[in-house]
């Protein structure tokens, strides 16, 4: 079964071609992070727009990458939910058009979903696949999530953050450190001595400055404290009052200083995961496997502090269009219906499971 996945949920535009929800036969991502690197952050009404001029061509080049014609493609997958209203619009239509236009079976898939699923597709460093019952560790921008899964395409949510989601925390650090949007990868960057424009320091000292972690209780998660307390440390480094505007920290940090702390923060991140996920474990000592996805499973020192976990292939990590037909291969084979396409509508803020 070949499946077109498309992606438009916040500023990636993204379309795929993949064989029985596992063998990527073309992967076309267009970033608008170039755009938003000037404003610090995704403005919905350009991402809408970006989306708008980039979803036709990215769908053609995903076919022709993949050496399929319209009669070659089984299924149009596409994200309906949660994420930005504008963007999701984009890609539903395109896809909504596009299955009426080719009488194609449509599934809209939720975003969650298509991460935890990038963990099935064949990558050249691993090629097993999770068993259940598992755990999934779902860190985006937008979601801080631990799901149970005993199948396929069924999702028990046990810990959710109350606050901010972990990739937004790292994302809002970044800025009181003085690095650009995103900010996950520029801490991951700026905590090894990289910094912006190529300059190159020692790599920060992870045990440098101790950051409080969150206690909160069960398995849930608060970022928006962790953001906090780095505010906090870095005005006390600086001997500045916690009145001092967050945003002109960065004129008074070193270069040393930005790393230690991008290496502090990062590794308290790492801890916080590490201490729930291990709750959870306890609290379902019958999993079999665990499963990192999202953005934020991009991370390097994550990924080294997890050595038997599942790991989406870095690229697979951030919004693309193949993870959303893996997942729509899964519902398939697990007996999930096609929607209809005159019909099918968008879900901004919806819970895995419910939509
Ligand atoms: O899954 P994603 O691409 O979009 C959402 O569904 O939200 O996740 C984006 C998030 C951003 O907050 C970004 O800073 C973070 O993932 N991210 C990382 C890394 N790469 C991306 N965070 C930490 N380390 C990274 N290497
Ligand atoms: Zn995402």
Redesign the pocket.
Known sequence: MIILGIET??D?TAAAVVRDGREILSNVVVSQIDIFAEYGGVIPEVAARSHLEAILPVIDKALADASCSWDDIDAIAVTHAP?LLGSLLIGTLAARTLAILHEKPLYAVH?LKS?VYANWLKSDVQDAVPTFPLIAMV?????TQILYMTRHNEFQIIGTTRDD????C??KV?KILGLP????????KAAMGEMPDGVRVTAGNPDKYHLPRPQVDGLDFSFSGLKTAVLRAVQKELQLPISHPSHDLKNHLSLEQVADFAASF?KT?VMILAEKLKKALQMHPEVQSVVFA?????????REGFPEAYFPE?RF???NGAMVAAAAYYEIISGVLPTDPYALNIYPRIEIGAA
């Not at 989601?165 to 937004?168: M, V």
């Not at 999202?294 to 994550?302: F, K, P």
Request: aromatic letters at 4%; proline letters at 7%; glycine letters at 22%.
């Open positions: 949920s916040c990636e994420g975003h991460h860190i985006s921008g937008g979601h989601a972990i990739g937004e790292f994302d970044a949007y995103p900010g996950g990868p520029a801490i991951a990062q991140a999202g953005g934020v499973s991009a991370n390097q020192a994550l870095p990590s951030g919004d």
